[in-house]
């Protein structure tokens, strides 16, 4: 009896995924819970385990096609691994093999069925060979292009994924929702450079991860953030929703985007805690492996773009949160300490917030918070 291959719940208010890549073709045997094809939600991508054993009999949606949850997409049927071809006949033997029945081929797969992946593209004319080696292939459809383009001036129309359009979605949202304003302020790194410089070896050899700085800035907004409750705030209707817990999300680049995923509780985690949840969500980001759940929640979001070479920005908050830290890169710049001019290590910090939940005054002090314990991490031990 063939066994339905459906499209399962994947998260709240999430009612329809986009096909990606199948990993396995018709005629291909399967084993229960192999990943045999990739979909995408607005939030994140995730392969489809097979539901049993068998061989895949019929596929109904292919790469690029949407369905919704509960759909069925395909058929698996009875049948096993095909057995290892036998070896070649001696000579010896040649006559017994000539004599043996030759086994009948095997029907070729339906040829509107997809394969796993895009057949060998056809030869390109000279003139446009370099630009398709330069240009990514589209993931999901082939590229639409002008037949009367002119050699070096063709055009790629490639449709925005899910991930991609509900991105621009929210940020649009947060632009015209929101009264968005920024205040910036600067950090000496040099407090945390010499500890992590003191420290790294041993930290990294007693929890295997490395001491970075990302941990640093999320103790600082816990403690930014127990101070001033309006930034970890958010507008519900005409009401405002203050909590006494910390789920901060934080912003890493993936496969198919931006991604946010949300350190719950952070206000419990410690250093080393932090750093492996933060090295473990980059690694599976860029294999687009973040769960939806993973991505729901957050109340304040933390972006790193000094990792990319960002001098200064002014970050976007994530509806409905009220606001998102922006660190920076560390550039060496002079400074004036104890009347004299010296160099150090500095980071431009920037908080962008909802101004219809926080005043200037709270977000200015939440800033100053943040650069106050960074610059000298020791007020965490005693709580200063």
């Known amino acids: 009896m063939p066994v339905e291959v459906k499209i399962p719940a994947v998260g709240e208010s999430i009612a329809e995924v986009v096909i990606g890549n199948w990993r396995k073709s018709v005629g291909e045997p399967v084993r229960q819970d192999e990943e045999i094809v990739e979909l995408e939600t607005d939030k994140a991508t995730f392969d489809l385990p097979a539901p049993a054993s068998g061989v895949i ?146 930290f990294q050899k007693q929890y295997g991860v490395k001491l970075g700085f990302m941990s640093f800035f999320v103790k600082a907004v816990v403690a930014g953030l127990s101070e001033v409750p309006s930034v970890n705030a958010e507008v519900r209707g005409n009401d405002l929703v203050f909590r006494n817990y910390f789920d901060i999300g934080i912003a890493v680049g993936g496969g198919k985007g931006l991604v946010v995923p949300v350190l719950r509780n952070a206000e419990s985690l410690s250093f080393a805690e932090i750093e492996r949840a933060i090295a473990d969500f980059a690694r599976r980001a860029e294999q687009n492996q973040i769960k939806v759940d993973e991505l729901q929640g957050g109340t304040f979001t933390i972006s790193n773009g000094g990792i990319y070479g960002s001098l200064m920005s002014t970050p976007i908050v994530n509806p409905p949160q009220s ?62």
């Open 323 to 384: 606001g998102v830290l922006g660190m920076h890169a560390i550039q060496d710049r002079p400074v004036v300490r104890d009347g004299q001019i010296v160099v150090r290590p500095m980071m431009y910090v920037a908080l962008t917030y909802d101004h219809r939940v926080v005043d200037g005054r709270e977000a200015v002090t939440f800033l100053r918070r943040v650069r106050e314990i960074v610059e000298d991490p020791s007020r965490l031990l005693i709580e200063i």
């Open 57 to 202: 009999t019929k596929i109904l949606k292919k790469s690029g096609e949407t369905a919704s949850v509960g759909e069925v997409i395909g058929y698996l049927g009875e049948g096993s691994a095909p057995a290892p071809a036998p070896p070649a006949e001696s000579k010896r033997d040649g006559k017994k093999a000539a004599s043996a029945p030759k086994r009948a081929a095997e029907p070729p797969a339906p040829p509107s069925e997809p394969k796993p992946a895009p057949p060998a593209p056809a030869p390109l004319p000279a003139e446009r060979e370099s630009m398709a080696k330069a240009l990514p292939a589209p993931a999901l459809v082939a590229p639409r292009r002008d037949g009367a383009a002119q050699a070096g001036r063709e055009e790629q129309v490639v449709p925005m994924t899910p991930i991609r359009r509900r991105i621009a979605e929210r940020l649009v949202e947060a632009q015209r929702n929101a009264a968005l304003l920024t205040t910036f302020n600067e950090v000496d790194m040099s407090a945390v450079i010499a500890i992590r410089k003191r420290f790294q070896e041993s």
